[in-house]
């Protein structure tokens, strides 16, 4: 017969390493500094945080829906609908920090190398091919992305 303890001693499926190295890992870690200072928390919260969160898998995150005005009263910005579409468009686009790279930023060529297969080289003639098909984002392209997360719209292309 086994014994059981409570759930507050033992996390579910937590950690398989000892929190202290996890710990010294994260604190050294430079993306999660830059992943705390994106949140705006001190780098030794957010890892304690994330620590909370990794030693119980089962523990949801809260949520908590507050006003506009609400939030200008405890001295918070809100962010405007044009702000929310910039995140989701930097995002999408891997700019936000902690989120991994564009593929447009990769030396990746469609362009055939030796053997017509596409060349992963990044030479310097793949590379200014590569920056001058990447224009700007399109103003009217982005307002058309506005508006469909404005109407609650998934923004899939035909």
């Known amino acids: 017969m086994s014994q059981q303890g ?5 996390p579910k499926r937590g950690l398989k390493r000892p929190i202290e190295v996890v ?3 994260l604190l050294k870690d430079p993306d999660t ?11 030794e ?10 030693q119980d898998k089962d523990l949801e995150p809260q949520l908590a829906i507050v006003s506009d005005e609400d939030l200008r009263k405890h001295g ?17 686009k891997g700019e936000l920090p902690g989120s991994p790279p564009d593929f447009d930023s990769s030396k990746f ?10 060349s ?22 982005r307002k058309a992305l506005m508006d469909q997360l404005k109407r609650g719209g998934g923004g899939g292309r035909a």
């Open 33 to 43: 500094k830059k992943i705390a200072d994106a949140v705006q928390l001190k780098l």
């Open 76 to 92: 918070v910005t809100p962010v405007t609908v044009d702000d929310a579409v910039d995140i989701v468009v930097k995002g999408m």
């Open 120 to 141: 992963l080289s990044g030479d310097t003639a793949q590379a200014a091919d590569a920056s001058a098909t990447q224009a700007p984002q399109d103003e009217a392209e």
């Open 23 to 25: 710990r010294a890992e």
């Open 45 to 54: 919260e957010y890892v304690e945080l994330v620590l909370k969160y990794a």
């Open 6 to 10: 409570s759930g507050a001693e033992n």
């Open 109 to 118: 060529s469609e362009s055939k190398g030796a053997g017509g297969k596409p």
